[in-house]
């Protein structure tokens, strides 16, 4: 609700200075501002800046078993060669088997960022009950969380961090209409390509893996969330609601603004995937903590860390990525 009248700064001002003309009280501009200041009304709810939601930690199982010490984590994959035969009585050729690893390291990155205050700005904060401390402590924590959120998404190259809608082995499928919104597609075609998307993960494993989770770009899910199936039998069913309804394997579909520019040449990108640490994982050796402060005459200085390994993706198979479905 807007101030009242009697919260009205123009208001207050007028009755201070009706108060010291009438008790002979002259103060010079400074002062007469500074008591304007303390007589005016403040709301004491905040209004912050609002920003977008992260979601990795939502679609990426987190690894939080590597040790924050370590400086390359490894993990192994191991793979069974061989076919038994017939064999006559009393055989001496049996064929060989074996099991051979392959070791895939990556690097471990530090995350740093700090914040501070002074011994002013705590007395003040104290005055005002504003918590000046505790907001500039959830921005560093906020700071953290954007940089995992983007390296988690996308890696890091330079410093070799991997990423989770960019990985190299992951099959990119081709859509069979794709560009939905300029083509126009149809729902059926539209349909279609989700399908096309999801059974490729059955398909090129064998199906010794079948995906659970769809994740589009925001004007494909937009799309297929708000635009009715049919005009007449499905006509109470959006394209999303069929599609759930009809696929076998889908259980869970979202939208990721990462997703917008994350295809080849920067187009959107669809990533289909069985939800589950033993295809992927990002890995956090350290989560968030921050330290005691350091005085640097008269501000503290608090530095915040997190340790940060980017996504290991040990069955890229069990992924597939679709480019440009929104066009």
Excluded at 74 to 90: D, E, H, P, S, V
Excluded at 232 to 255: E, S
Excluded at 309 to 321: D, F, K, S, T, W
Aim: proline share 6%.
């Amino acid at each position: 609700m807007p101030p009242t009248l009697f919260e009205s700064p123009a208001f207050l001002a007028r009755l201070q200075a009706d108060v010291f003309q009438h008790c002979n009280i002259r103060l010079d501009a400074g002062e007469t501002a500074a008591l304007a200041k303390q007589l005016e009304f403040v709301y004491a709810k905040t209004y912050d800046v609002k920003h977008a939601e992260l979601k990795a930690r939502r679609f990426i199982p987190i690894d939080t078993s590597v040790d924050a010490a370590a400086e390359f984590f490894t993990y192994r994959q191991w793979n069974m060669f061989g076919m038994a035969k017939l064999i006559a009585n009393y055989a001496d050729d049996l064929p060989r088997v074996d099991a051979l690893a392959k070791e895939f390291p990556a690097p471990i990155k530090s995350l740093g960022a700090s914040y501070g205050y002074s011994i002013q700005d705590m007395r003040r904060s104290a005055k005002a009950g504003s918590q000046l401390e505790t907001r500039r402590a959830a921005a560093a924590r906020r700071a953290h969380e954007q940089s995992f959120d983007e390296i988690m998404a996308n890696g890091d190259a330079d410093a070799g961090l991997g990423g989770f809608l960019n990985n190299a082995n992951v099959p990119v499928v081709g859509a069979v209409t794709g560009a939905w919104v300029t083509t126009p597609a149809t729902p059926l075609q539209i349909v279609e390509d989700l399908n096309t998307l999801a059974n490729a993960i059955v398909t090129n494993t064998l199906e010794l893996f079948v995906p659970d989770t769809l994740i589009l770009d925001n004007v494909s899910f937009a799309l297929i969330n708000s635009t009715p199936m049919s005009l007449t039998g499905d006509a109470d069913k959006t394209i999303l609601r069929f599609f759930l309804d009809n696929t076998p394997y889908i259980r869970n579909v979202d939208q990721w603004n990462k997703l917008n520019t994350a295809g080849a040449a920067g187009v959107s990108r669809a990533v289909c995937y069985y939800r589950n640490e033993e295809v992927l994982a990002g890995v956090e050796p350290q989560p968030f903590e921050q330290f005691p402060p350091q005085w640097r005459n008269l501000e503290a200085v608090i530095p915040t860390h997190s340790r940060i390994g980017g996504v290991r993706v040990q069955y890229p198979l069990a992924m597939a990525y679709m480019d440009d479905l929104s066009g």
